[in-house]
């Protein structure tokens, strides 16, 4: 079997100091940015009358019933889902009973769904514009360099991801584009974000993308345009079907049955 001879290119030492450490600094600078331009951005949280604030949580003790009925005997379970379920049904936790049964109010006229709709308009505007901006650059100055050779063998499926910009068939896969390291410090330094911000930190765009794809993680677990009675009745049938099991059911013949076995 004949022996594979490592690919060498010739590169200017040069590019290491002004491309790669640039693009680095440039991208870790402005995740910084965007952390303290989120914070002044955001808008104040305003206080939850006890009315909504009644109807929110009572969605998510349903939830929580559901997540953790395996700790609760099957008489206490069987209690709280009856209570659950009668009140559900019945809308005594809505907000408003008069508007049980017609259609969601319009979230553009809804103070609080265009304040929410701003605030996420924000949030991706603070996203999107600087990565338009420094793409935009590295593709005007830095586009079809070769930066670095990466000490580890790949599979050819990361061609496409390591080696944008380099039109070239027989590179090797370890060799990282320009434009490549761009998206590899775009979806990795996360870490480093956390370590100079903290973990409650809006420079990742990986976890503003998850806190907009969870909604239900925010103040307001009622988008705009959602009808609360609606997600009641769904909790209600999710609480209906819940086949029950008791964690602590025939612990004595487990136990009996592992103390043998020993």
Same mark, same amino acid.
């Given at each position: 079997m004949a022996n594979s001879t490592a690919q060498t290119i010739h590169r200017d030492p040069a590019l290491f100091y002004w491309i790669?450490?640039?693009?680095t600094i440039v991208m870790i600078l402005t995740g910084i940015l965007r952390h303290y331009a989120s914070i002044?951005?955001?808008s104040k949280a305003k206080k939850l009358d006890i009315k909504?604030?009644?109807e929110q949580r009572s969605l998510l003790r349903g939830i929580n019933l559901r997540t953790n009925a395996y700790v609760l005997s099957p008489a206490a379970f069987q209690a709280r889902k009856d209570y659950l379920l009668s009140a559900y049904q019945s809308g005594a936790f809505l907000k408003d009973p008069e508007s049980k049964g017609k259609p969601p109010a319009n979230p553009m006229t809804d103070p @609080?769904?265009?304040e929410a709709m701003m605030g996420m308009m924000k949030g991706n505007m603070a996203m999107i514009i600087p990565q338009t901006l420094i793409m935009s650059w590295i593709n005007a100055f830095f586009s079809g360099y070769v930066v670095l050779k990466l000490p580890f063998p790949l599979t050819i499926?990361?061609?496409?991801?390591?080696q944008s910009g380099v039109a070239t068939q027989d590179l090797d896969v370890r060799w990282v584009s320009s434009i490549s390291w761009y998206?590899? /410090?775009?979806?990795?330094l996360q870490s480093v974000f956390t370590f100079l911000l903290g973990d409650d /930190? @809006? $420079?990742s765009q990986m976890a503003q993308q998850m806190a907009y794809m969870n909604p239900s993680a925010t103040a307001n677990m009622f988008g705009p345009g959602q009808d609360p009675n609606k997600l009641f009745q769904n909790e $209600?049938? /999710?609480l209906e079907v819940l086949e029950h099991r008791w964690i602590l059911d025939g612990v004595e013949q487990r136990l009996l049955k592992r103390i043998s076995l020993s």
């Open positions: 790669l450490f640039p693009i002044l951005m955001q909504t604030l009644r @609080a769904g265009m499926r990361f061609k496409s991801m390591l998206f590899l /410090n775009l979806f990795g /930190n @809006a $420079a $209600a049938e /999710n």
